[in-house]
């Protein structure tokens, strides 16, 4: 069991926000599958909620299904900040989050997203504000530091704890370093050691059951954040709770539950944002679960201009016929076919040759590569 302030939480993993992706119908999906309990929204300009922008309604679009839920909010105005706090307190989320991991100049320059890092005393006071407005918890997310000189996690979360935050998200890169190289367990560690009280979550390349453990394991971590590894694996957080909980490794899903899953991704985007806009939006989404089908070239060419639900079913269909030259008789891939085992960057063991295991996730593009 973990708290973040007065809220019990059933679960120590947790949803990463993930801008353009980490949508209701996502949510719906890995809550279904299981093993998580607080899930959080794409990250929402406070100021737009406050103008009832209908694109950011819709980015906190949620439903009875979907708890509890947090919502991650971004500015640099302290009244703002705190005003849509209490708007989404009002609306019956269960938790706001603060990013301080935004790289975008626009909200850099003017002391908003990455900046936050490098200016304790500004950001404790916005922090302070949105603290006493509101009874549910506030959280914060951030990366290491701006760049490896400038380390600032530690005194950052340090502050905001005495600033009233219920828990800290920290991403294990600093924000020059982008997605590239090694999540660094060590500054993850010292995050938790700055801090006296509140739980501090880890976050970053974790693709497996064991690199959770592992991540706790080292840097005594309260909690695990999941994004990209829930995106190729939707069963992840499950999986994960399985294994801390017994040890045993439970298997990974079969193509079929794939299919099913992936099925009903679809139908929940189709509902949420009806069958054009959800088909168009489909064609990022499938590809991902699609990175663990084995080949997927004849797939991924189709999916990718997909406008309706019945063409998904064709391409599905079409698919499956095509995928059976790769299996055997009982319709399993051959050995050759399988995809590669995940690790994460930070868990590469020295007896595995680089070639044979997938370290690097991939970023999707666009201008959040640098998340
Ligand atoms: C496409 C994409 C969108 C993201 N959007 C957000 C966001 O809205 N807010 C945020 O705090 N972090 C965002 N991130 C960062 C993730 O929450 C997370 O910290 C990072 O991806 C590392 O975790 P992972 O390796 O489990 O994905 C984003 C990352 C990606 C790849």
Redesign the pocket.
Known sequence: MIRFGSLELGSNLFL??????TNLPFRLVVREIGGVDLCTT??VNARSLLERNRKALKLIESNEQDRPLAV?LFGAVPEEMRDAALYVESLGVRSVDI?M??PVKKVCRVGGGSAMMTELDRTAALVRGMVEAVKIPVTA?MRLGWDDDNLTAPDLARALEDAGVSAVFI?GRTREQG?SGTVNLAGIRAVVAAVRRIPVIG????TTPEAAALMIRETGCAGV?????AFYDPWIFRRTRHYLATGELLPEPSFAERVKILSRHLDLMIEVFGEQLGCVMFRKVAPWYAKRFGPVAEFNKRVVQMSSRAEFDEILARYRTWRAQFCDDQGELLPRYRPSPMLASFEREADQPPSTVRTA?P??R?P?EV?
């Open positions: 990463s926000p993930l801008a353009g992706y794409d990250l991650q990013n991991g935004c997310k991403h997605f976050n970053g390349d974790v954040s999941m994004g990209r590894g996730i970023v999707p666009g959040v998340w």
